[in-house]
């Protein structure tokens, strides 16, 4: 079943890639503008942009088999029609980018839930090598796509291919149909893929979700080196893409055919860099050896292909890019997974989505608005100049700093506090969580309330609503926690979900005050007013 849906998605990858191709090369004929071509780049990403995190809520939520399946339709639809309007001569550049638009956001749907809807199909000690070949699945798509999307733009025209594009999320649709629903449903209460094992606790509410996701931006440690170095890289590394047709067909004088050789000659590097040398490379090389190299590495790409005129060079130099590229993205992806826990994955990874291509979006804009005015010479220049700069970032924002976070569920760790006596009806009501401290050393006090703030900045960025400490100023040694979750339901989910980060912090505290009064921890529910 892994096999036959991995092909079936392989099979829209490389529709994607021949759609790419055709509305590109579409939009060089209707609208010879640079802006205007590079606006197909972002008219694809900007829906990522925009829907990523809406997507990632409801793949953690809902049924990813149903998600799937509506999405699929609806690509099936709008390409069609796409292809219908073209082959009328009705397309206009308004009409090419609205279009472009609307089929992304079917994409954001579809990218967000289905590597966790595949990884479901295999035994566990093989989902390794299944998210490896999920992930490689795009980047054949990328070798494939183009070259024979540039054969059929050359011999039919650009409306065929959006046909083809339609053609492939059919195979998708009768793949899902034949999935068994359960399996699909990768929510936050049964983050493995195995059957419920708590059917007691409901499914995350949305608005809630959006806040926990909200809050994991805001105070993770893993999410500011993420967001900050992916998105500096693709932001300037956005140029060479967003400008490659307008260069290949108004400066190389290619056809479409040379082109799409252009693009599968990256997708190819990208391929063999991540199944030949990234293997190799890793034992060998630290994470941050990998990404400067890389980011060296394409900046000089970038720079050599607004002068380079050969065109065997040329596909060396696209093939070189996109071994570099894929490193670069493999390596985020890496630090994206080891940034959050389980439970928030499809969230996590919409952020690495929405990072990516809403740095693909404004930067495809700026290149194209500097290509227009001032040339694509001088626009790829200071791209590759402003991507090595990039390279500085590493010096606060290391991903080193990643290395001693443990996102292993210990549910375990905290004991669940009694409820018997609390109605059902009240299961949403606020839940509220004190901590007494009392007769903490003086000697000791700077150390206890830094490590606290260290745990509370990592019980918010893994979903508790309300974090702080408070000192009893008549009694300087006595300190009261306190932490606040959104509904008691939502308490009771986070003591199955608490991380060994969470353990290990407050291992430390008890160490810490070891010979001090031994905390007292009391719950304590809202009460509604009564009506």
Same mark, same amino acid.
């Given at each position: 079943m892994y096999r036959t849906l991995w092909s079936a998605a392989l099979f829209s990858y490389v529709g994607a890639a021949m759609y790419d191709v055709g509305a590109s090369w579409l939009m060089t004929s209707i609208s010879p503008n640079p802006l205007f071509v590079s606006l197909i780049t972002t008219a694809t990403a900007l829906p990522i942009f925009l829907l990523a995190l809406p997507s990632g809520i409801l793949s953690d939520i809902f049924n990813r088999r149903s998600i799937l399946l509506? +999405?699929?339709?609806?690509? *099936?639809?709008? =390409?069609?029609?796409?292809?219908? #309007? !073209?082959? %009328?001569n009705l397309t206009t550049p308004t009409i090419l980018l609205i279009f472009t638009f609307a089929?992304?956001?079917?994409?954001?749907?579809?990218?967000?839930?289905?590597?966790? +809807?595949?990884?479901?199909? *295999?035994?566990? =000690?093989?989902?390794?090598?299944? #998210? !490896?070949? %999920?992930?490689?699945?795009?980047?054949?798509?990328r070798v494939i796509g183009p070259t024979i999307g540039g054969f059929i733009v050359a011999a039919v025209a650009p409306w065929a291919v959006f046909f083809i594009y339609s053609a492939s999320f059919i195979g998708m649709i009768i793949v899902l149909n034949r999935l068994p629903k359960k399996p699909g449903n990768l929510s936050q209460n049964n983050p493995q893929g195995h059957q419920n094992q708590t059917p007691s606790l409901p499914p995350e509410n949305v608005l809630r979700a959006i806040r926990v996701q909200i809050r994991y931006i805001r105070y993770s440690q893993a999410a500011r080196v993420l967001i900050v170095r992916a998105g500096l890289f693709t932001l300037c590394s956005s140029a060479l893409?967003?400008?490659?047709?307008?260069l290949a067909r108004h400066e190389l004088g290619l056809d479409s055919t040379g082109f799409g050789l252009l693009l599968g000659s990256f997708g190819v590097g990208a391929i063999v860099g991540g199944i030949v040398f990234l293997p190799r490379l890793r034992p060998k090389a630290s994470v941050e050896s990998l990404i400067t190299g890389s980011i060296a590495l394409l900046s000089i790409v970038t720079f050599a292909m607004g002068y380079l005129q050969d065109f065997m060079i040329l596909c060396i130099a696209m093939a070189l890019g996109g071994a570099a590229y894929i490193t670069i993205l493999s390596t985020f992806y890496t630090i994206g997974i080891k940034s959050a826990p389980r439970w928030i994955g499809a969230r996590v990874l919409a952020i690495y989505l929405l990072v990516l291509n809403g740095g693909l979006a404004i930067g495809s804009v700026i290149w194209g608005a500097v290509a227009n005015g001032f040339g694509i010479q001088i626009a790829l220049s200071v791209a590759s100049i402003a991507l090595a700069a990039t390279i500085i970032a590493k010096k606060r924002y290391s991903s080193t700093l990643l290395d001693d976070l443990d996102f292993t569920p210990v549910s375990d760790h905290w004991p669940l506090p009694p409820q018997s006596s609390i109605?059902?009806?009240?299961?949403?009501?606020?839940?509220?969580?004190?901590?007494?401290?009392?007769?903490?050393?003086?000697?000791?006090s700077d150390e206890f309330e830094h490590t606290l703030h260290e745990l509370g900045r990592l019980l918010k960025s893994e979903g508790m609503?309300?974090?702080?400490?408070?000192?009893?100023?008549?009694?300087t040694s006595h300190y009261i926690e306190i932490r606040i979750a959104d509904t008691w339901t939502d308490h009771m989910r986070q003591h199955e979900y608490v991380t060994k980060n969470i353990q290990v912090m407050e291992n430390r505290i008890r160490e810490l005050i070891k010979d001090c009064p031994q905390p007292i921890v009391s719950h304590y529910i809202g009460k509604s007013p009564t009506k």
């Amino acid at each position: 079943m892994y096999r036959t849906l991995w092909s079936a998605a392989l099979f829209s990858y490389v529709g994607a890639a021949m759609y790419d191709v055709g509305a590109s090369w579409l939009m060089t004929s209707i609208s010879p503008n640079p802006l205007f071509v590079s606006l197909i780049t972002t008219a694809t990403a900007l829906p990522i942009f925009l829907l990523a995190l809406p997507s990632g809520i409801l793949s953690d939520i809902f049924n990813r088999r149903s998600i799937l399946l509506i +999405t699929c339709a609806y690509m *099936v639809v709008m =390409s069609t029609i796409l292809g219908i #309007l !073209t082959i %009328s001569n009705l397309t206009t550049p308004t009409i090419l980018l609205i279009f472009t638009f609307a089929l992304g956001a079917g994409i954001t749907m579809i990218r967000t839930p289905i590597i966790p +809807t595949l990884s479901v199909l *295999v035994p566990r =000690s093989e989902l390794p090598a299944a #998210l !490896t070949l %999920s992930a490689l699945g795009g980047n054949i798509g990328r070798v494939i796509g183009p070259t024979i999307g540039g054969f059929i733009v050359a011999a039919v025209a650009p409306w065929a291919v959006f046909f083809i594009y339609s053609a492939s999320f059919i195979g998708m649709i009768i793949v899902l149909n034949r999935l068994p629903k359960k399996p699909g449903n990768l929510s936050q209460n049964n983050p493995q893929g195995h059957q419920n094992q708590t059917p007691s606790l409901p499914p995350e509410n949305v608005l809630r979700a959006i806040r926990v996701q909200i809050r994991y931006i805001r105070y993770s440690q893993a999410a500011r080196v993420l967001i900050v170095r992916a998105g500096l890289f693709t932001l300037c590394s956005s140029a060479l893409l967003s400008l490659l047709p307008f260069l290949a067909r108004h400066e190389l004088g290619l056809d479409s055919t040379g082109f799409g050789l252009l693009l599968g000659s990256f997708g190819v590097g990208a391929i063999v860099g991540g199944i030949v040398f990234l293997p190799r490379l890793r034992p060998k090389a630290s994470v941050e050896s990998l990404i400067t190299g890389s980011i060296a590495l394409l900046s000089i790409v970038t720079f050599a292909m607004g002068y380079l005129q050969d065109f065997m060079i040329l596909c060396i130099a696209m093939a070189l890019g996109g071994a570099a590229y894929i490193t670069i993205l493999s390596t985020f992806y890496t630090i994206g997974i080891k940034s959050a826990p389980r439970w928030i994955g499809a969230r996590v990874l919409a952020i690495y989505l929405l990072v990516l291509n809403g740095g693909l979006a404004i930067g495809s804009v700026i290149w194209g608005a500097v290509a227009n005015g001032f040339g694509i010479q001088i626009a790829l220049s200071v791209a590759s100049i402003a991507l090595a700069a990039t390279i500085i970032a590493k010096k606060r924002y290391s991903s080193t700093l990643l290395d001693d976070l443990d996102f292993t569920p210990v549910s375990d760790h905290w004991p669940l506090p009694p409820q018997s006596s609390i109605d059902p009806s009240q299961y949403e009501n606020q839940a509220l969580i004190t901590i007494e401290y009392h007769k903490i050393d003086p000697k000791l006090s700077d150390e206890f309330e830094h490590t606290l703030h260290e745990l509370g900045r990592l019980l918010k960025s893994e979903g508790m609503g309300y974090w702080e400490l408070y000192q009893d100023p008549a009694d300087t040694s006595h300190y009261i926690e306190i932490r606040i979750a959104d509904t008691w339901t939502d308490h009771m989910r986070q003591h199955e979900y608490v991380t060994k980060n969470i353990q290990v912090m407050e291992n430390r505290i008890r160490e810490l005050i070891k010979d001090c009064p031994q905390p007292i921890v009391s719950h304590y529910i809202g009460k509604s007013p009564t009506k």
